[in-house]
């Protein structure tokens, strides 16, 4: 039996204007989704995800699936068969299937940890590993950024994979030339920040805050590309302040990205709340993180207040979670 795993991950910086060529700051989180894998003696492929369902079904089968589009997707299992099928197809046609058992860290019902990567990641990472296929880590993008913009519903940055993958702290872009994207990432080193993920409970599909932001982008571009070339100096500054170790300053930061945020309308009133509530105990700054809508905030605190902003969030109707930032990617043999 082998067992993966992978992290979530939360923004610091730059969601959604990551979509339209600008840079994200993404960091990797303390809460992982993990994989148990073995091969069978038969040509069986059966996953069972804790909460989301299960796949019953053959190599063969898996093989022939053909998922054009997001409008394709119509189960929670959908990108995962999406994405065995291809991985059968394209890398390596096995005469034996697997048994898989996947379980979370992440909440199921909390958007914006991007626990839909930390799956896709950690399987694509066990297939790799149970069929000996070595795809090296750094092309884990290309194989399952088709299937992130699916599940994104039709666009997507896939700056989620490169961070769950690779682990840290990563300043990532994508470029686009007619059909293709290509990506860059830089580690930014280990730091010792600490973070409060604050959950609001509300789910909200990324597919639909991606769809909402696009409408407005195809509206008035104009007004959008000015609100993303803002994100692009945060995402700038953010950067220098984060390597240096200025927790004031990216918490300052921080907030002036969620003001952007809000002008876009990816914001909530609850998210408002609980940001609201992590800067009066004392944060250094806070902000949505990842689609918003709903889904989670987080804030930067101080070791020494991080447990009054997670008591401050929950008492403004959060769930807290207080997780260790810019862990270990994708890794091989955790502990059963
Ligand atoms: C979603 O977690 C982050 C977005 O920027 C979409 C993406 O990067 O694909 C909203």
Same mark, same amino acid.
């Given at each position: 039996?082998?067992?993966?795993?992978?992290?979530?991950?939360?923004?610091?910086?730059?969601?959604?204007?990551?979509?339209?060529?600008?840079?994200?700051?993404?960091?990797?989180?303390?809460?992982?989704?993990? *994989?148990?894998?073995?091969?069978?003696?038969?040509?069986?492929?059966?996953?069972?995800?804790?909460?989301?369902?299960? *796949?019953?079904?053959?190599?063969?089968?898996?093989?022939?699936?053909?998922?054009?589009?997001?409008?394709?997707?119509?189960?929670?299992?959908?990108?995962?068969?999406?994405?065995?099928?291809?991985?059968?197809?394209?890398?390596?046609?096995?005469?034996?299937?697997?048994?898989?058992?996947?379980?979370?860290?992440?909440?199921?019902?909390?958007?914006?940890?991007?626990?839909?990567?930390?799956?896709?990641?950690?399987?694509?990472?066990?297939?790799?590993?149970?069929?000996?296929?070595?795809?090296?880590?750094?092309?884990?993008?290309?194989?399952?950024?088709?299937?992130?913009?699916? /599940?994104?519903?039709?666009?997507?940055?896939?700056?989620?994979?490169?961070?769950?993958?690779?682990?840290?702290?990563?300043?990532?872009?994508?470029?686009?030339? =007619?059909?293709?994207?290509?990506?860059?990432?830089?580690?930014?080193?280990?730091?010792?920040?600490?973070?409060? *993920? #604050?959950?609001?409970?509300?789910?909200?599909?990324?597919?639909?805050?991606?769809?909402?932001?696009?409408?407005?982008?195809?509206?008035?571009?104009?007004?959008?590309?000015?609100?993303?070339?803002?994100?692009?100096?945060?995402?700038?500054?953010?950067?220098?302040?984060?390597?240096?170790?200025?927790?004031?300053?990216? #918490?300052?930061?921080?907030?002036?990205?969620?003001? /952007?945020?809000?002008?876009?309308?990816?914001?909530?009133?609850?998210?408002?709340?609980? *940001?609201?509530?992590?800067?009066?105990?004392?944060?250094? =700054?806070?902000?949505?993180?990842?689609?918003?809508?709903? =889904?989670?905030?987080?804030?930067?605190?101080?070791?020494?207040?991080?447990?009054?902003?997670?008591?401050?969030?929950?008492?403004?109707?959060?769930?807290?979670?207080?997780?260790?930032?810019?862990?270990?990617?994708?890794?091989?043999?955790?502990?059963?």
């Amino acid at each position: 039996m082998i067992r993966i795993s992978a992290p979530g991950n939360v923004f610091l910086f730059g969601e959604h204007a990551v979509v339209y060529e600008r840079p994200a700051i993404v960091a990797a989180i303390g809460l992982r989704t993990y *994989i148990n894998i073995e091969r069978r003696n038969d040509d069986k492929v059966r996953v069972v995800s804790e909460g989301y369902g299960k *796949i019953d079904s053959s190599v063969d089968e898996l093989e022939k699936l053909d998922y054009s589009s997001h409008e394709d997707y119509e189960d929670e299992m959908d990108p995962l068969r999406d994405l065995i099928g291809y991985y059968f197809s394209q890398l390596n046609s096995p005469e034996n299937g697997f048994e898989g058992k996947i379980t979370s860290d992440i909440p199921k019902d909390s958007g914006g940890m991007s626990s839909s990567t930390a799956v896709i990641g950690s399987v694509m990472s066990a297939l790799n590993r149970l069929y000996r296929t070595d795809v090296k880590k750094r092309n884990f993008f290309s194989h399952l950024y088709p299937i992130q913009v699916k /599940i994104h519903g039709g666009s997507a940055s896939g700056s989620e994979i490169t961070s769950s993958t690779m682990g840290g702290y990563n300043r990532f872009w994508i470029e686009r030339s =007619g059909n293709e994207t290509d990506f860059e990432f830089k580690n930014l080193g280990h730091h010792s920040y600490n973070l409060v *993920i #604050g959950d609001t409970g509300i789910e909200a599909p990324t597919e639909e805050t991606v769809k909402y932001v696009r409408g407005g982008w195809e509206k008035d571009r104009e007004s959008y590309e000015t609100e993303f070339d803002r994100i692009n100096d945060i995402v700038i500054e953010g950067k220098e302040a984060l390597v240096n170790g200025e927790a004031e300053k990216v #918490g300052e930061l921080m907030n002036k990205n969620q003001k /952007i945020l809000r002008i876009l309308g990816v914001s909530h009133p609850k998210l408002e709340r609980l *940001i609201q509530a992590a800067k009066d105990a004392g944060a250094y =700054g806070a902000k949505l993180s990842g689609g918003g809508g709903g =889904g989670i905030m987080i804030a930067l605190c101080d070791e020494s207040n991080k447990k009054e902003v997670a008591k401050a969030i929950e008492e403004a109707g959060g769930r807290a979670e207080m997780t260790e930032v810019g862990v270990e990617g994708v890794r091989v043999g955790d502990e059963l």
